[in-house]
Each structure stands twice: as structure tokens, then as C-alpha cells.
């Protein structure tokens, strides 16, 4: 029986077990991504501390403070559901099932998708769902960009630089980003943007070879060798049923990350915290650890 299972292994899944190992509580940690989204961002200029910093070279510091402490850490599961148990709190993963006196949800969020034809068929053939990965492969070719998000100019300003062409289909009648990244990419003469456009198919051989549009009934068809869709994310909570969340699916809490159930706290971007943002997911994972702390020390 441990004191709280943490799901994810995020910024806030991390800070939150970082938390309850130096309160001396029993844990597991429950991850299979372990550094969560922050392993796709090419950079980060936001933390405090570091001016500038790679994504992967953040999560090298997380893991290497994690590891300071003997936390049960299984980042190979998948969790499969969560559920109240009498007084206590049971979950499922692929490989096995475990009981815990409270929870920490910090599963973060999982990519979006278009779900139109081809796109299945084409994931690691042409189709990406992660610049800070997949860029690299994608070295002087014609790629495509879904999306008119930050995430979108950011993955069409790193393709940029090495790709011979680079067309962003944004749904929108204008860009969702920060005005500094639109800035950046309409300034690029490798880019093009296409307003309005829907992406209907993925187009392909044994890889990916083109994408077909569609606007106001006009097809169009562009000869593309990737597609990197970036349309947003969707928090990762549906392996939790009794517990509100709002229309979105994010898991509501309080000001001190208590969930609609007792003994079930939830931190990160998994929450309905509006900021998505690595700093504030670390300190939520905070206040996550330190609330359940203080509900076992008070059963």
C-alpha cells in the first residue's frame, strides 16, 4: 500500500514526487514519457533560472533531482484507469495494478489529431506529431504544417531553417500565436501560408507524398514529403471516470489541487489551471505532494 500513486511524470508529475519523497511518504511514480511535453520543446526561455535552455536539457535536470531520491519511478506503464476503492484508491496499467491511499493526477496532455484519411496510415511515414523529434528528418524537404497555434509557428520556424519549402495550413482566418512568432515566419521566404484551408487527406505511396485542401468547395492538392500536424492537445484524463471535469476534459481543483473526490489531487495541464505553462505545472505538482501529504498525516 503506498501513500499516493503520481500519475505522470510531467514538470508537475515530477516536482509533485520530488515533493512527497523528501516528506518521506511511500510512492510510486506511474509514467511512459517520462519529462511529459517538455521533451518536444525545442527551447525554453520562460523558466526562471535559465535565460535560454533546451527542452531535453530541462528534463536531464528533472530526472537528475528526481533521482536524488529512492522514488518508486516505473516510466515504461501506461495507465490504463484509476478508481475509489472503500478508503483507498486503485490503478490499472498494462502491466499491473497497484493501491495507493491518495492520488496525484499529473498525466498532462496528448496530441490532437485530425482524423481524416491517411493520417493512421502515414504516423512515422511522413505524418509527425513532434518538431523537436522529427524535424531533423525532414532536412531539404517539402513539408507541411497544420495549425495556426504557437505550437504550429514554432514547429514551421525550426523547419524552416532546414527545409527547401515549408507551407502552413492554418483552418483560421488569422494565426492564434504570439505576434512575435508570426512576425518571424511571415518574414521567412521559405514559407507559405495558406488561410482558410482545410487539410481533407493525407496522400501516399509507402510514405507520404501529398495532402489534398479544401476551401469554400475548391480541392487543391500540394506535393508534400511530411506532415507535421499541430493542431493543440487534449488533456489526458480519460482513464479517470468518477471525478468533474469540464467540457474540455480537464480535471477541475481547487486552490489547493483537490479534485471532486477526497484523497484525489490533480496538477498540471491535465487541470483546468489556465496556464500551460512548465513553471506553473511545477508548482501546481507542489502543491499537489504537499496536499496529500496533509490528507494521510490526517486520516
Known amino acids: 500500500m503506498y501513500d499516493s500513486i503520481i500519475i505522470g511524470a510531467g514538470p508537475a508529475g515530477i516536482t ?4 512527497a519523497a523528501r516528506k518521506s511518504m511511500n510512492i510510486l511514480v506511474l509514467s511512459h514519457d517520462l519529462g511529459g511535453q517538455t521533451n518536444w520543446t525545442a527551447t525554453v526561455e520562460n523558466y526562471t533560472g535559465f535565460q535560454l535552455i533546451k527542452g531535453i536539457d530541462l528534463v536531464e535536470k ?3 533531482h528526481l533521482k536524488q531520491f529512492n522514488a518508486g519511478v516505473k516510466d515504461n506503464e501506461t495507465v490504463l484507469s484509476a478508481w ?14 497497484y493501491e495507493a491511499k491518495t492520488l496525484v493526477i499529473a498525466s498532462g496532455r496528448v496530441h490532437r489529431k485530425l482524423g481524416i484519411k491517411g493520417e493512421d496510415e502515414f504516423i512515422g511515414k511522413g505524418v509527425a506529431y513532434c518538431a523537436t523529434c522529427d524535424v531533423p528528418l525532414f532536412s531539404g524537404a517539402v513539408v507541411a504544417v497544420i495549425g495556426g497555434g504557437n505550437s504550429a509557428l514554432d514547429a514551421s520556424l525550426q523547419l524552416e531553417k532546414i527545409a527547401k519549402q515549408v507551407y502552413v495550413i492554418d483552418e483560421t482566418a488569422g494565426f492564434k500565436a504570439d505576434p512575435i512568432l508570426v512576425e518571424k515566419l511571415l518574414g521567412s521566404p521559405r514559407v507559405k501560408v495558406f488561410r482558410g484551408d482545410k487539410v481533407v ?16 468547395g475548391k480541392i487543391e492538392e500540394l506535393e508534400v514529403e511530411g506532415v507535421f500536424v499541430e493542431i493543440g492537445s487534449a488533456p489526458s484524463s480519460g482513464f479517470i471516470k468518477d471525478i468533474a471535469k469540464n467540457v474540455s476534459g480537464e480535471i477541475y481543483v481547487n486552490c489547493r489541487c483537490e479534485t471532486s473526490v477526497p484523497g484525489i489531487f490533480a496538477a498540471g495541464d491535465v487541470t483546468d489551471i489556465p496556464a500551460k505553462q512548465i513553471i506553473v505545472a511545477c508548482g501546481e505538482g ?8 496533509s490528507y494521510v498525516n490526517n486520516k
Open 286 to 293: 507542489a502543491k499537489a505532494a504537499l496536499s496529500a501529504y
Open 62 to 64: 528533472f530526472k537528475a
Open 84 to 97: 475509489k476503492t472503500g478508503e483507498t484508491f486503485k490503478v490499472k496499467t498494462d502491466k499491473g495494478e
Open 201 to 216: 487527406e493525407i496522400m501516399g505511396d509507402k510514405f507520404v507524398n501529398g495532402i489534398r485542401l479544401e476551401q469554400n
Open 16 to 19: 509533485a514526487s520530488i515533493y
